[in-house]
T-cell receptor
Framework: EAGVTQSPTHLIKTRGQQATLRCSPI?????VYWYQQALGLGLQFLLW???????NRGNFPPRFSGRQFPNYSSELNVNALELEDSALYLCASSLEGGPGETQYFGPGTRLLVL | QKEVEQDPGPLSVPEGAIVSLNCTYS??????FMWYRQYSRKGPELLMY????GNKEDGRFTAQVDKSSKYISLFIRDSQPSDSATYLCAMSDHSSNTGKLIFGQGTTLQVKP
């Protein structure tokens, strides 16, 4: 069974540009989660999508946004990039969206903002 | 104060040693507890999942949860060089369906041959 896949693996942007990151969940999973792993800050929850709807977002500015498509894949958009947005962006998926659902992570997209 | 505290290490042990990794937390509503392993430049991989208090064993790995002390542990027996990675504890609560896992900072483990 294929795991969570993410693309691209690496992304280099300059300050002020926009970045689009993509995630395909495990087949049969309907919930997708996005986390940011910045150096020294650990994994921080960004967004949760379930059945095409945004269910929750973490403490990040509105320039972090995303969506979930009918096939349950998801994309994360980061507008007006800032240097501190440089981080590993991890996508996870779960079978359903209830409490206690196991989240399985992808390999991440490493974003570098210059 | 962070919701989840984890000693970042690094922790260096000889091959074959028993490793103990720990996290403390402040939110008594946490019910679900996980340990993930993350190799360098890779995504986190789920190792253990425990609901509420108690022990769970899987091969060389044992997870313990003590809710009265708000303390969780992961023990690795007969550690191998391939266990060298960062270990992240994560937890969530049942009452608020936020989808959010709260992670510790991660402990970097090095097992020397």
């Amino acid at each position: 069974e294929a795991g969570v896949t993410q693309s691209p693996t690496h992304l280099i942007k300059t300050r002020g540009q926009q970045a689009t990151l993509r995630c395909s969940p495990i087949s049969g999973h309907t919930s997708v989660y996005w986390y940011q792993q910045a150096l020294g800050l650990g994994l921080q929850f960004l967004l949760w999508y379930d059945e095409g709807e945004e269910r929750n977002r973490g403490n990040f500015p509105p320039r972090f946004s995303g969506r979930q498509f009918p096939n349950y894949s998801s994309e994360l958009n980061v507008n007006a990039l800032e240097l501190e947005d440089s981080a590993l962006y991890l996508c996870a998926s779960s079978l359903e969206g209830g409490p206690g659902e196991t989240q399985y992570f992808g390999p991440g997209t490493r974003l570098l903002v210059l | 104060q962070k919701e989840v505290e984890q000693d970042p290490g690094p922790l260096s042990v000889p091959e074959g040693a028993i490793v103990s990794l720990n996290c403390t937390y402040s939110n008594s509503a946490f019910q679900y507890f996980m340990w993930y392993r993350q190799y360098s430049r890779k995504g986190p991989e789920l190792l253990m999942y425990t609901y509420s208090s108690g022990n769970k064993e899987d091969g060389r790995f044992t997870a313990q949860v003590d809710k009265s002390s708000k303390y969780i542990s992961l023990f690795i027996r007969d550690s191998q060089p391939s266990d060298s990675a960062t270990y992240l504890c994560a937890m969530s609560d049942h009452s608020s369906n936020t989808g959010k896992l709260i992670f510790g900072q991660g402990t970097t483990l090095q097992v020397k041959p």
